[in-house]
């Protein structure tokens, strides 16, 4: 059984910062795309970034370029969302995403993941 767990979510100020993390399991870490995504009250679901289990590239949407960092540790099945300058425009659901095969130029397709996890707020005040 496939799952994904997002943790770290939580509420700062503006300026600040947050790490988010992602542990797959029931899912051989190799050969895939993970990515984070989210969703704010009454808004379409938004791929933030991305990255590939085999090489070293990264995806950004162009609003957190700059300001947010996703990495990951194979050895621990783990993906990272770091997140500094924090902006209330941030507010959003948080989930992470999964899918076999690397990430391409449609990396923040959302219907390109067949694996979700259950999502972790993130709220940044002015």
């Known amino acids: 059984q496939v799952q994904l767990v997002e943790s770290g979510g939580g509420s700062v100020q503006a300026g600040g910062s947050l790490r988010l993390s992602c542990v797959a399991s029931?899912?051989?870490?190799?050969?895939?795309?993970m990515a984070w995504f989210r969703q704010a009250p009454g808004t379409e679901r938004e791929g933030v970034a991305a990255i590939y289990s085999r090489d070293s590239i990264t995806y950004y949407v162009d609003s957190v370029k700059g300001r947010f960092a996703v990495s990951r540790d194979n050895a621990q099945d783990t993906v990272y969302l770091q997140m500094n300058s924090l902006k209330p425009e941030d507010t959003a659901m948080y989930y992470c995403?999964?899918?076999?095969?690397?990430?391409?130029?449609?990396?923040?397709?959302?219907?390109?993941?067949?694996?979700w996890g259950q999502g972790t707020q993130v709220t940044v005040s002015s």
């Open positions: 029931g899912l051989r870490f190799s050969f895939k795309c």
């Open positions: 995403a999964a899918t076999l095969g690397q990430c391409g130029e449609n990396w923040s397709a959302d219907n390109r993941y067949k694996y």
